[in-house]
């Protein structure tokens, strides 16, 4: 099997390096070995192999790759923001082979038709990128469109578990609120609809992450022997010949898993692939001389291409998490697994339905009525009439449900608890990541610039979210309570105070909320919005004067030889989490080296 800790002394060059091995670069690595096994492929990974961990195969225990001690996991500690009280934000990313699809929540979701074709780049339209989307996938669920793919290596399913009474209830106090359950919202054009939630499991219960669906398989049969993978090494940077014809990278061993961390230069024949994530692969190019004149020699480093946008344009859902207690029994949730109170090592043995469900059964993509928008402020008004008004597709927030506690539970009474994770699907905040210094050891110079856009749109999206989900969850029946930690701190005597309840409410009046309260709210909101793990734009696909730093081929601007393919290409937001559209990035990717390389016998060819 050609995967290392550290490669073989004798192999010093390869006809094409893949820098990454995430979501879209393992795709990439596995369908370049199928459409020539001659072809000599190399991926370099950060982090460590992703075979046997128990964590990440088992949907359940997933969540343990959230805490800051998962060995998985990269954690980018951004700048302290007055905006957010004085924090400074914290922005996981995929840190094994697989990379987020091996970590992440396993929800699966589309972006919106509009989200690619807003994209305004040639070749990258929703037309064009769903022959991919079906291309990845077998869908298990109800297809009448025929939009979905049926014989793709990624499986998607409802697991082996679902908790049809949470489901049902909170399917069904979203109909009343005029967001009613249909089979699917992934259709690329389903708007204010919510449904039973699919994810990237198998019907056996095992995540469907893609190095364990595209690069191992491959690996192990026998008819790939030039399709190599090193783990637990750090790319360093990118190596140019005198013609910026990218030939090579200089990588070194990962000190999180050795004493000696050496370096170690490998060549290209041919191409040289970035897929070091929306986090990563901009810093890649600014250590290898890419990027904005000022910022790349500030930090010690040759300029090799004046590329600006180079870490620019950071993008992201925001996120907001709230608490709920529920009349749900001990084998509804996953609360026994959060909490520590089940034992994985024997659900294992026994193979326990519970492992192969990642909690989240409900799913909606949903906006505000026209008078609900309008009563957010001119601003808003004006950012609605804009952006939403003629685009009916775009939903304004994502919204799923968690049947557990949604974080830590220490200290909270033992119980059975869910979650309402709400994220909005286009900030209008942007963000930025840079070098600090020429080394991989110089931490990041990262502003995610959460809640900073002009007019306060990106709060008041939230603010409408709050008071709009709090009033579906108050009339479910499994309703017990708000956990008043987990939600503002009104003042005294507050109609809009959180409460407990030993039955359901049943007849429920709308909450009443004053500036006061309003004023609650946004605090909270600046106290604890944070990253969905949905990175994207930071090497945006946009002709170099836009600004932009890859071309619709992926070839980085004022280079040769050199492409990126990941999130970080991403020239606008997507209406989902952005797992599907890595990998669908990373299958058009794959199409398109293919025939530039000549491999396919395809006529047409984009630049080197």
């Given at each position: 099997?050609?995967?290392?800790?550290?490669?073989?002394?004798?192999?010093?060059?390869?006809?094409?390096?893949?820098?990454?091995?995430?979501?879209?670069?393992?795709?990439?690595?596995?369908?370049?070995?199928?459409?020539?096994?001659?072809?000599?492929?190399?991926?370099?990974?950060?982090?460590?192999?992703?075979?046997?961990?128990?964590?990440?195969?088992?949907?359940?225990?997933?969540?343990?790759?959230?805490?800051?001690?998962?060995?998985?996991?990269?954690?980018y500690s951004g700048a302290e923001s007055d905006i957010l009280d004085g924090r400074a934000p914290i922005v996981p990313s995929g840190g094994v082979l697989g990379g987020g699809s091996s970590i992440n929540l396993l929800q699966y979701s589309r972006g919106q038709r509009s989200d690619y074709d807003d994209w305004k780049t040639a070749g990258?339209?929703?037309?064009?990128?769903?022959?991919?989307?079906?291309?990845?996938?077998?869908?298990?669920?109800?297809?009448?469109?025929?939009?979905?793919?049926?014989?793709?290596?990624?499986?998607?399913?409802?697991?082996?578990?679902?908790?049809?009474?949470?489901?049902?209830?909170?399917?069904?106090?979203?109909?009343?609120?005029?967001?009613?359950?249909?089979?699917?919202?992934?259709?690329?054009d389903t708007v204010n609809r919510s449904m039973r939630a699919l994810r990237y499991v198998s019907p056996e219960g095992k995540r469907q992450d893609t190095a364990t669906m595209y690069l191992h398989p491959r690996l192990l049969d026998g008819k790939h022997p030039h399709l190599h993978v090193v783990v637990e090494s750090q790319v360093e940077r990118i190596l140019f010949d005198d013609h910026k014809k990218a030939v090579g990278v200089t990588y070194r061993a990962n000190p999180a898993f050795c004493s000696d961390p050496k370096s170690r230069t490998i060549k290209a024949r041919r191409l040289v692939v970035l897929s070091c994530g929306s986090l990563g692969s901009p810093l890649v190019l600014e250590r290898s001389g890419i990027g904005n004149p000022e910022s790349v020699k500030r930090s010690g480093v040759e300029l090799v291409a004046d590329l600006p946008a180079v870490g620019e344009n950071y993008d992201d859902h925001h996120l907001m998490v709230y608490a709920y207690k529920s009349s749900l029994g001990p084998h509804e949730t996953l609360d026994g697994v959060i909490a520590g109170r089940s034992d994985p090592q024997e659900m294992i043995l026994r193979n326990d339905q519970l492992l192969g469900w990642n909690g989240i059964d409900v799913q909606a993509k949903v906006r505000p009525s026209e008078a609900e928008a309008l009563g957010l402020g001119p601003q808003f008004r004006e950012a609605w009439e804009k952006e939403f008004k003629l685009h009916p597709d775009k939903p304004l927030m994502l919204m799923a449900a968690t049947i557990c506690f949604p974080g830590d539970p220490t200290g909270e009474p033992e119980g059975q608890y869910f979650g309402i994770a709400n994220s909005s699907t286009y900030p209008f905040s942007r963000g930025r990541i840079h070098i600090s210094g020429p080394s991989l050891d110089d931490a990041p110079d990262f502003d995610p610039g959460f809640f900073t856009d002009a007019g306060d749109i990106d709060i008041k999206m939230h603010l409408w979210m709050y008071k709009k989900h709090r009033e579906i969850i108050r009339r479910m029946d499994v309703f017990r309570g708000e956990v008043a930690s987990w939600h503002p701190q009104f003042p005294a005597g507050s109609k809009a105070a959180c409460i407990e309840t030993e039955t359901a409410l049943g007849d429920v009046p709308d909450i009443e909320y004053s500036a006061e309260d309003d004023a609650a709210i946004l605090q909270w909101l600046r106290e604890h919005v944070e990253t969905t793990w949905h990175s994207l734009g930071t090497c945006r696909m946009a002709p170099r004067e836009n600004p932009g730093v890859v071309d619709p081929s992926l070839s980085v601007h004022g280079v040769h030889g050199l492409k990126v393919a990941d999130m970080s290409i991403a020239p606008g937001n997507v209406a989902a989490n952005t797992n599907n559209t890595a990998m669908a990035i990373g299958e058009k990717a794959?199409?398109?080296?293919?025939?530039?390389?000549?491999?396919?016998?395809?006529?047409?060819?984009?630049?080197?």
């Open positions: 099997m050609g995967l290392y800790t550290e490669l073989p002394t004798d192999l010093e060059e390869v006809d094409i390096i893949i820098a990454g091995g995430g979501t879209a670069g393992c795709i990439i690595a596995a369908r370049l070995a199928d459409a020539d096994p001659r072809l000599s492929v190399l991926v370099i990974e950060s982090g460590p192999n992703n075979i046997g961990e128990p964590t990440i195969h088992f949907p359940a225990l997933s969540i343990a790759n959230l805490l800051p001690t998962s060995n998985f996991t990269l954690f990258w339209s929703a037309e064009d990128m769903l022959p991919y989307m079906k291309k990845l996938e077998t869908y298990h669920g109800p297809d009448p469109r025929g939009l979905h793919g049926h014989d793709g290596p990624i499986h998607v399913s409802a697991g082996t578990f679902r908790s049809e009474r949470f489901s049902a209830d909170l399917l069904n106090s979203l109909g009343k609120a005029g967001w009613p359950e249909v089979d699917d919202v992934n259709t690329m794959a199409d398109m080296f293919i025939k530039e390389l000549g491999l396919s016998g395809a006529t047409f060819s984009w630049r080197l």
